[in-house]
């Protein structure tokens, strides 16, 4: 029985090229592989296309802001674009590998259409083949995705253990801790950063906080599991050997949370490699961090710290649930500047009753300090209280979906137009 694993296609006005390594689909094959079954990765993300597509119709107001023929630094966005293969490309290589069973990963809600189209295609082309669909968005509309795709079988959830049951593998037991993905589906110099191999990992899965914004705990609950220093040893030595990997970027959700295993983990690092960079993209718990643990995360290769604060209201601080304060904040960057991170720093704009004021009152506390502030713009999160039934497209940033009166989308645009130009003028970007 042969399988193929498909990270999809998306389309959006950008993209972020150096994270879209398929983390999802190698821990779903090398589960597969591990238990016998032959699977191949199809990443049509890499190595990145892209072609201009029509704004869709739901985006059409967003003609008002986005204009393809500016230039320079408060540039937003221009056109929409299809970034990947096209159907028909997808379709091809299906029919040379001719799996009786197909895997898609439906991650993001946002472009569960371009899922949806090709799952009808390949349906027709290929009506005896076997569809599965996994990933957040998979996982939170399970129901209401049967309708529209009756043919298809949802995996809600983590997918290994539950997609080895349902290929009826040898032995489909998974154990996240001691598990050690295997990379070799993909070519390793598709993935790069400073002209270097690239490869995304985690040490860890979930994540304690209860951040009323984020919808991790509707794939991985309100509790954290850790790997063991050994498998990630194991995973990191191969990357490293066999692929030439020389950049890690851990995608945990709070990767520092738990300082005893996160001191051994560094430790485990420094002893075993010299000349490596670490990066922890998806950002870190700015509470878990102080000077001991960064100057170890130095020495292990970190160079820059994502962090986010989110917002430097304190009282929203408290309402969304987040766990730090600007007195961390103050201590941590502090404390991180005079070892020489560079620091960037993420806040939400336009989040549910935020005004353009209380955004002000974020960036006057932002620019005191020596950091590349960056914005993300505020999507509902589905899964979360903040989602109220928006249509699935406009789960995303670019969309820039709230547009209360009490605070515009056209003042919400201004803002981030404003904080590109400080960050240029700033030259930290
Ligand atoms: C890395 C990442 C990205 C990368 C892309 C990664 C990729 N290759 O697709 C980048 C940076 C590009 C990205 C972008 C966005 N992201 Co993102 N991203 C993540 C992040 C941090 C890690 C994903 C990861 O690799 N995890 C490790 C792998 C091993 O785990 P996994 O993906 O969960 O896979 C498991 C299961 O999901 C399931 N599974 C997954 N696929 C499949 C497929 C099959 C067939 C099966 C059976 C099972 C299955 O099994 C896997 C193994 O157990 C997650 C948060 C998280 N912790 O997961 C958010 C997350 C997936 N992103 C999210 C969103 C919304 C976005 C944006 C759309 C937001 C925005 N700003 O507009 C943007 C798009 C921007 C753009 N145009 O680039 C949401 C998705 C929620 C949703 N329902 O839509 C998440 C959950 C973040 C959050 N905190 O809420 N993202």
Known sequence: MRVLLIQPPIEDFYITPIRTYP????????ALEAAGIEVSILDCLNPLTRRTLAYPKAFDYLKAYYDPNERGPSKLFGHYYRFGLSDEAILQRIKAFDP????ISANFTTYFDTVETLCHKINKAFPSTKIVLGGYHATVFGKAIKQGLPFVDIISGEGEAALLNMLGGKDSSFSFEIFIPDHHLI???????????????????????????????TMYGRSMRWRTIESIMAEMRTLYDTHNVRVFDFEDD??????????ALLTAIIAKFKDIRLYAMN?????????????????????????????????????LHRGTNNTIFDRVVTEA???????????????????????????????????????SVFYPPPGTPLYNNEPWIMCRSSAFALNPSTFPRSQQVKIFRRVREMNASLKRI
């Open 23 to 30: 983390l999802n689909l190698i821990y779903l094959a090398s």
């Open 100 to 103: 009786a069973i197909i895997g």
């Open 187 to 217: 070519t390793p110099t598709l993935y790069q950063m400073h002209r270097q191999n690239m490869s995304a990992l985690v040490a860890s899965r979930g994540c304690v906080k209860a951040c009323t914004f984020c919808t991790v705990s």
């Open 254 to 263: 709070n990767l520092s949370l738990n300082r005893a295993w996160f001191v």
């Open 283 to 319: 950002g870190l718990a700015l509470e878990t961090l102080d000077q001991p643990l960064l100057k170890l995360m130095w020495q292990a290769g970190f160079r820059n710290l994502n962090l986010s604060l989110v917002t430097a209201q304190e009282s929203e601080q408290e309402r």
């Open 337 to 375: 500047k005079s070892i020489g991170f560079d620091v960037t720093v993420y806040f939400i704009l336009g989040l549910p009753d935020q005004t353009a004021t209380d955004i002000e009152e974020t960036l006057t506390f932002l620019y005191e300090y020596d950091v590349l502030v960056a914005p």
